[in-house]
Every structure is written in C-alpha cells, then in structure tokens.
C-alpha cells in the first residue's frame, strides 16, 4: 500500500484529544448564546446531549476540529475582553469580514468551522421550528431561508407543520 493512501496522523494533537471542561463550556456558552441571539429556544438544556454527542462526533471524526474549537476559545477570549461578552458574540455572529474565503484569520476560522456549524446544529435540533415564533421570538413567525435537514418523524420534526 502507498504511503499517500494511509491515514494522515496529526502528532501535535494526539495530547490534546480530549476536551477539557473549561473548552466545552466555552463552547456550550457559544451554543446558549446562539439560541439567545436568534431567539430559537428559550430552553437550550433540552439539545445538550445532543451538542455533546456532535462535538464528540466532530473530534472522533477528524482530530483537527478540536484544534478549530482550541482557536474559537481563544477568539471569543479576545473579543470578550475587547468588546464585552454581548458586543463579542454579536461581532461573531454578524461580522461580514469573517466570511472571506478561504478562511485565513483565526476570527474567519473560529465562525466558519465553530459558530455556522454549531448554528445549524441548532436549526437541526429544533431551533428552526422556533426560529420566529412569537412565543419565543415575541414578533411574528419568519420563514428561515436556509437549509434544514433532520430526521424524517411524524412526531418530532424540527419545523412548523400546518398543524402547527
């Protein structure tokens, strides 16, 4: 077997394979203030589990997302001590210059490798079918006008149907 077909073994992250609290409640915090800001769920303890189980999947996956989630603590701690918690975590979720492609700064890598992925993980887990809802959202139900995926359940699905 060649050795450009065996799989690629990423020796300075082999130390840091596991998550510590301090980085997952970084990026629970990251998680919570998603469903603040977008105003999806006022109960996001409901989706932990399953935030848990994608982060988990994520680093098994491919080790080099724990770097990607290493870089975002360090983001936010720079932002949050520059702007204040609130004006960090707006500046994360709507700074434009974050998108530019391919993603070269750690700020762009920190929004899209962590905070769009961990954004679709909460549409995907229920958010969608609170996106807008005025019991949540206290204004009108809006269409969300990306993409929605998840599982195909009578009972559990992760938008408004008509009965709804």
């Known amino acids: 077997m060649s050795k450009y077909n065996l799989e690629a073994r990423y020796f300075v992250l082999e130390n840091l394979r596991k998550l510590d609290d301090m980085l997952l409640d970084t990026l629970w915090q990251l998680f919570t203030q998603i469903c603040k800001f977008w105003q999806t769920t006022d109960k996001p303890e409901a989706m932990k589990s399953d935030f848990l189980i994608f982060i988990s999947n994520r680093i098994e996956i491919d080790v080099r997302y724990l770097a990607e989630y290493v870089n975002y603590g360090e983001v936010i701690r720079e ?21 530019i492609t391919p993603a070269f700064t750690n700020l762009a890598r920190a929004k899209q490798l962590v905070v769009n992925e961990l954004i679709a993980l909460n549409l995907a887990l229920g958010g969608f079918k609170t996106f807008g809802d005025p019991t949540v959202a206290q204004g009108v139900p809006l269409n969300y006008p990306g993409y929605i995926g998840g599982m195909n359940l009578r009972d559990n699905t992760p938008y408004r149907t008509i009965a709804d």
């Open 79 to 99: 932002l949050t001590d520059e702007l204040g918690e609130a004006a960090a975590f707006r500046r994360l979720f709507t700074d434009t210059a974050a998108n």
